[in-house]
């Protein structure tokens, strides 16, 4: 495992973080008595960074009598390769040191200190980009098995339940302060496509754009598959690109707006759950997508690749329900005014319907990946490698999960119009 270990992992900056961020903004002096790392994730769990675990011993100068113990985690995002571009591109760290050090924080005391994420640390570009966070995994946070093919319905609630909580605090502050919304506006005005980078250098609408013609390919041969669906999927080929950034960059300014995630699925997500085995709590990770736009970006998204096939196809209205419901809960005991119907919640998500689409077509094939064959580069650089992408892809999308998830949806898009 050492050999795995870049140098720039070491005690010094374990030390740094600790100093800035037990008691930010104040700094603590420490003496560091023992540091260990090891990896934090699994192949095919992220595409952006490097992530790694620290315990680590130490005791603070004024307290000499009494060691802590504590483990947290570094996220390093080296700027090698194509998530490099990727990284610069949607300015992610960032994006992420904001939402983590400013926002969060903010949000959470809006609403009487709910927790939407871990503590950060520590944030750095020297010698690359790196963040140290709470680990969560000490406070019994865990992350679901990503294949497992998608969350049941009480993790799904659960879900809809602290989206609506940080929804509703951004709504609750933006109204408050002209100043925070227009700072909301400015700082996180793109997710996923920045849409001050064209569409031929644009790395990310490159790689998830690809995904569309694997599913052709794939989807022609399924006899369960109407023909004429697969038509239409060949017609929207040519212009995917630009519905997906007319989608995208919309300025919903007869909607409300929140504060989204923006990249909502079960690797992003820890759980904490009762000695029952009931999920408790969730709390998000990787805000490197956060943007302030339509909440139909995070509901959108979220009901695709969240759920499982069952869930998905017979609660997905319950869920938007159970969205709504706790949204105007926060926002009525805020003294909030004009608070959305569940009528305005489904105008938003079918504003940014076609975001489901990609979803269903870029994100979900990765969800419902039953296993990584032997031989499989599940990383960026192999999805923006063309070769090695498409045998990705090939492996994903002829699935039986994802094959019998995107057939019904499909069939649904085509008869909401979206495939027109």
Known sequence: ?????????????????????????????IQLLQCRFRCATTVGDNYLSDVFRAWVRFRRLDEQDRDEDISLIVKCMPADGHRGSVIEELNVFEKEVLMFRDVVPQLSEVVGGEQFAAKLYYATED???????????????????????????????????????????SMI??????????????????????????????????????????????????TNLDPDIVKKLRALKPVYKERLEKS???????????????????????????PDGTPQDVIFVDYQLSCYTSPGVDLNYSLINCPTFEVREKHRDGLIAEYHKNLTTVLKDAGYDKIPSLVDVKKEIQRMNFYSFFAAVAILPIVTMESIESGLDVGLDALA???????????????????????????RFNREGLLD
């Open 385 to 411: 490698d063309e070769k090695k992408a498409e045998q990705l892809r090939l492996h994903q999308y002829n699935g039986d999960r994802y094959r019998r998830s995107i057939v019904v949806l499909l069939q």
């Open 1 to 29: 495992m050492a050999l795995l270990l870049p140098a720039y992992l070491n005690e010094s900056l374990i030390q740094t973080a600790l100093e800035s961020g037990l008691e930010y903004p104040r700094r603590t002096r």
């Open 173 to 222: 502050m933006a109204s408050k302060s002209p100043t925070k919304r227009k700072e909301f506006e400015q700082d996180f005005g793109y997710g996923f496509l920045n849409p001050k980078v064209s569409r031929e250098n644009n790395t990310v609408m490159g790689i998830f754009t690809q995904g569309l013609s694997t599913l052709i390919e794939c989807a022609s041969t399924w």
């Open 127 to 169: 010698p690359i980009r790196m963040i140290v966070f709470q680990d969560l995994n000490a406070i019994n946070y865990t992350m679901t098995n990503r294949t497992n093919g998608g969350l049941d319905l009480n993790h799904c609630m659960l879900i809809m339940r602290k989206i609506a909580k940080f929804h509703a605090a």
């Open 248 to 274: 995208l960059n919309q300025q919903c300014l007869d909607g409300f707006k929140v504060m989204n995630h923006g990249d909502l699925w079960s690797n992003n997500m820890l759980f904490k759950y009762c």
